[in-house]
């Protein structure tokens, strides 16, 4: 079953200027669609359980206008789905935040920090201060990395081992081999986008003793009816995925995965989950209010209010933000005043942040360049698609939170 969006009759009911949500569309018309720099996108502004603005442009594939109905790949949009799976885990007392990873990943207990070595040369690791704790996965102060950071000798071994490869290694042998690469940094002293919450899917296997992919069904996705969010779409419904693109420096866009015979369509080897979904505007904004909502929606109760409480918070050691801790990428000027919850970044001053936007909102995307957030201060959801990597190409998700913002009249 297809969930279809109906927009409210009028924004104005919901605290919107009608006028300045559309210049919202003009402005991505203009600015990214014209020029060719993105190939299509798909906004959806609701307030509460209403849609206030929603919003198609631009071709799914050549000639073809973007529905509705479309499913994306949401790539980083899938952790804070993997990350409410894991605290159900931590609600059943089946795990603890403090719990040590090796009381799960055994193959983990002699896990050092890197030292030396890379390359052709053997590494070199020392002891870890304190152990990794489950709380280090959630929140990426576990001292894993990305492979395509291409900044250290450790990014430079994931990428050798092509941990990140849709064909990449499964869940249990991508244990293995990381229990051979030391980490980037003592777990707990610094924060780096990770791999963490691919290593929370294969935690979140041992402990169900189910694939991913089901536990996520189970769990997450058939309980809230997202009926459209897969690991691998299936035939059916191949036709409602777009192209998508990476960014080229003289072409502006590069044809990277096609709609047809997409990647997305075959059975993956590696069920990620940090990066591995595809969804829909609709069903992603199914689980955008059940987080609206604290934790439940339509009687379906995900996750309990406080729990969701614990996520949305920032968690970064010394109640530090982004900009200080991370040592790669969202390390940027705007990421002052952010931190980051259990799964979520979460904005904690506005004004550092340099965002016109309301403190505890909470968020994150996806290396296609899409975007969500939750604001429960103004009861507000934003959820952006469109299918351009990487997502550092171009501001598009901070300028539609700013204009957003200054749409609202009450």
Known sequence: MTHNLTPASDPRDLGFDPARLARIDAHLKAKYLDTGALPHSALLIGRGDEVAH????????KGEALQQDAIFRIASMTKPITSIAFMQLVEEG???????????????????????????????????????????????TAGLTYGFQERTAIDAAYRKQKLEAFEGPDLEEFIRILADIPLQFDPGTSWNYSI??????????????????????????????????????????LHRLPDCYAFHPQQKMKLFDPGEGSAWGK?????????????????????????????????????????????????????ADLATLSTALFS???????????????????AKAMMNCSAGDFFWGGMFSTAFFVDPQEDIIMIFMTQLMPSSTYPVRREIKTMLYAALTE
Request: hydrophobic share 40%.
């Open 94 to 140: 089946k795990l603890a935040l403090t719990d040590p990873v090796s009381s799960i990943i055994p193959e983990w207990k002699n896990l050092g920090v890197f030292v030396a070595g890379g390359g052709n040369v053997p590494f070199v690791s020392r002891p870890v201060r304190e152990p990794m704790r489950m709380v280090d996965l959630l929140r990426h």
């Open 267 to 319: 059975p993956p080897r590696q069920l990620s989950g940090g990066g591995g979904m595809a969804s829909t505007l609709a069903d992603y904004h199914r689980f955008c209010r059940m987080l609206l909502n604290g934790g439940e929606l339509n009687g379906a109760r995900i996750i309990a209010p406080k729990t969701l409480e614990l996520m949305t918070a920032n968690h970064l050691p010394g109640g």
């Open 54 to 61: 929603l919003s198609l442009q631009g071709d799914a594939r």
């Open 196 to 237: 963490a919450t691919d290593i929370l899917g294969a935690i979140l296997q041992r402990v169900d003793d189910k694939p991913l992919d089901q536990l996520i069904a189970a769990r997450v996705t058939q309980p809230l009816g997202m009926d459209d969010t897969h690991f691998q779409v299936p035939a059916n419904k």
């Open 332 to 350: 940027e000027a705007e990421n002052a005043g952010v931190g980051f919850g259990l799964g979520f970044a979460t904005t904690m001053d506005p």
